[in-house]
């Protein structure tokens, strides 16, 4: 679906929001400007989203950011101030939750405690009054998806966080929704089922491809892992949108960047691009770096350098690397990694790395550097 | 344990069993041995018999349990279906009528039982709506007394309930009506049955308002209890006491083994 990009009022400066055209309305989800208000203070200030069908849409952000509130409205349960939401082509705005075809997990699963795994599942087509047979074949078909036919006679109280939350994704689906929408389902589950439960909703998804869903986390690693593309928001508003990649590598402004992984950000002045090679050149201090370019950081602008702490060397990577002098202010090793702080003219740097055999001590000098293509620019003005 | 040493525990114990022998065990086992006793002069009784038993399962005494039991039945399933209706329908109103309706809901519990009794008394003893004299006024009477107990026991049910099980069970389909009988209602089956017990506990040990609002022809037990042991015949209103706790007490226990799934989480 081509995305045009609208300069949408309520956007952060600068952020490219997608418009929501027919298509877009006709299929997959859309959101026009909604705004939630809870006992007068906005939580939600005119959302404006288009999640294309089929497609995995992670909205991230800290507590209160309003991406839950998001995904409320999305399921009726939170009735906007103003706004309109489509599903499918549906204005659903008005429609109460019962008539939204939507599947939902929450983070606590909710699995109803008197009801044994199959009730559980079979319970939305029941409600809609599907044949006994219907449910039979719909119920063991969404049971084997999430591999636990072998646990439908079981109450939610004797299965694990794992289990239950297998069961809540085929209670879910079992009603064929046009959209799955799913509220921190693994932030109950310990790291290693986390894991395990991530690559399973991935298969899932593989196999369900016109199912459009949305994902709320506060961890970015689920977002990176499993969306197709990811939503920034903050104090009730979306400051970024982008595919998981460009998010990451290109972040518009300096929340997303903090927020989506770690970055080091180190003021600077842009002195020169060149549109032909895509890089420009900046400057640090006394230290003249070249960087991928950002059409948006001019020459003359102050800009945010950012760089990911595993683009950061301690060798050069290429004849054209950029180098910075540094002092070691400290080495830790975490098994797979090392994580190494440095000093640079007062600005605290992250570098982690394979772990080393010989990794700096604390107070070195040294010199780090980092490819040009590594590093990008996000202009001052768009601090978040 | 908050006592460590063994003596202190000692102590602690002692206290507990002289509270509860003083005031539980002690008036249930004198009302056991006054059921039983044809004759009691000194500290103990000198003669037992089961007279007195045989007197309470004849005649009027045994319209009067059942007069009890139909009165708590009834009573304590009006006010469940009451309390219920209106805990589920405040639930989501605004907390200024939610807390004017709570209150109301919970007066008759503060309000002296003679004074709910007197209260209807008044107020059904002439037209348009006369039950002065009828047996809807008697249970006009329990419901009033116990709807508080139910409301409240219903309240805190849903209040302990997560609404994510309700939104979940909207999202998959399921209308306001079939949400309710199929997840709303049996979630809150723990503590609709408690309010059912408390209210007929409370219902079949009701006097006050009952004393004031009887018809001739349903005298409840307590009723008749505090006749007879007014006319000097504490022996046979033992018995019925017994009776009457008994009957109360085989009824909570058939309710309390009600098999609870949701209880079960």
Not at chain 1, 307 to 315: A, N, S, Y
Not at chain 2, 90 to 112: E, G, H, K, M
């Amino acid at each position: 679906m081509a995305e045009a990009v609208l300069g949408h009022p309520a956007a952060a400066p600068g952020l490219s929001v997608p418009f929501i055209g027919p298509d877009a309305a006709r299929r997959g989800i859309g959101y026009e400007g909604i705004a939630v208000a809870y006992k007068g203070t906005i939580v939600l200030a005119d959302f404006t989203l288009a999640v294309r069908p089929g497609e995995i849409m992670a909205l991230i952000g800290p507590s209160g950011s309003g991406k839950t509130t998001a995904l409320r409205v999305t399921a009726g349960f939170v009735r906007p101030l103003r706004g309109r939401v489509h599903i499918g082509g549906r204005d659903v705005t008005d429609l109460p939750p019962y008539a939204r075809s939507i599947g939902m997990v929450v983070q606590n699963y909710a699995l109803f405690p008197h009801m044994p795994a199959y009730e559980n599942v079979a319970f939305g087509l029941r409600a809609r009054g599907a044949q006994e047979a219907t449910i039979r074949e719909q119920v063991a078909a969404c049971l084997r998806m999430v591999g636990m036919e072998s646990f439908a006679k079981r109450y939610p109280r004797e299965l694990s966080g794992g289990q239950q939350q297998r069961v809540a994704i085929a209670r879910a689906l079992a009603i064929r929704p046009e959209v799955l929408l799913l509220d921190e389902p693994l932030s109950a589950l310990d790291a290693q089922i986390r894991l395990t439960m991530l690559e399973e909703l991935s298969r899932l998804h593989r196999s369900l491809p016109t199912l459009t869903v949305i994902y709320v986390t506060h961890d970015q690693t689920e977002a990176l892992t499993l969306a197709d593309r990811i939503g920034i928001m903050r104090d009730g508003r979306l400051v970024a949108l982008g595919d998981c990649q460009g998010l990451y590598r290109r972040p518009p402004n300096r929340f997303a960047a903090e927020f989506l992984g770690r970055a080091n950000l180190l003021p600077v002045t842009v002195e020169a691009e060149d549109a032909a090679s895509g890089l420009a050149r900046v400057r640090f201090g006394a230290a003249s770096l070249m960087v991928r370019r950002n059409p948006e950081a001019t020459a003359g602008q102050a800009a945010l350098l950012c760089i990911r702490p595993h683009d950061l060397r301690l060798e050069p990577p290429g004849p054209s690397a950029n180098s910075l002098a540094a002092s070691v202010s400290e080495v830790r090793w975490k098994g797979d990694l090392h994580d190494i702080g440095f000093e640079i003219g007062g600005h605290r740097l992250r570098l982690t790395a394979a772990p080393l055999r010989t990794p700096p001590e604390a107070g070195a000098l040294v010199n780090c550097y980092f490819a040009p293509e590594d590093a990008t620019l996000i202009p001052e003005e768009r601090r978040g | 344990m908050l006592v460590w040493s063994r003596a202190g525990r000692a102590g602690a114990w002692a206290v507990l069993a002289l509270l509860v022998g003083v005031i539980y065990a002690l008036p249930a086992i004198i009302i056991i041995l006054a059921s039983v006793t044809g004759q009691w002069n000194g500290v103990l009784p000198s003669h037992f018999t089961l007279r007195h038993y045989a007197n309470a399962l004849h005649g009027s005494s045994a319209a009067m349990l059942r007069a009890s039991i139909v009165t708590g039945l009834l009573a304590s399933a009006l006010a469940l279906v009451n309390g219920s209706w209106a805990a589920l329908a405040l639930r989501n109103t605004r907390p200024l009528p939610r807390r004017v309706l709570d209150i109301v809901f919970f007066i008759p519990s503060a309000v002296p039982s003679v004074s709910v009794g007197l209260g209807l008394l008044v107020a059904f003893s002439r037209p348009p709506v006369l039950l002065n004299g009828t047996l809807a006024i008697v249970f006009v009477a329990h419901f009033v007394l116990v709807s508080a107990y139910s409301y409240g026991n219903v309240s805190a049910g849903l209040a302990r309930i997560t609404p994510e099980y309700e939104q979940i069970a909207e999202s998959l389909g399921a209308r306001p009506w079939y949400r309710l009988r199929h997840v709303t209602l049996p979630l809150l089956m723990p503590y609709l049955i408690a309010a059912f017990s408390l209210s007929f506990a409370l219902s079949m040990g009701e006097l006050g308002a009952t004393v004031m609002v009887y018809p001739p022809g349903w005298v409840t037990l307590p009723v008749g209890i505090f006749g007879i042991t007014d006319r000097g015949a504490v022996f046979d209103g033992s018995a019925l006491t017994v009776l009457l706790a008994v009957t109360a007490l085989a009824v909570l226990i058939a309710l309390s083994r009600i098999p609870i799934k949701a209880a079960q989480r």
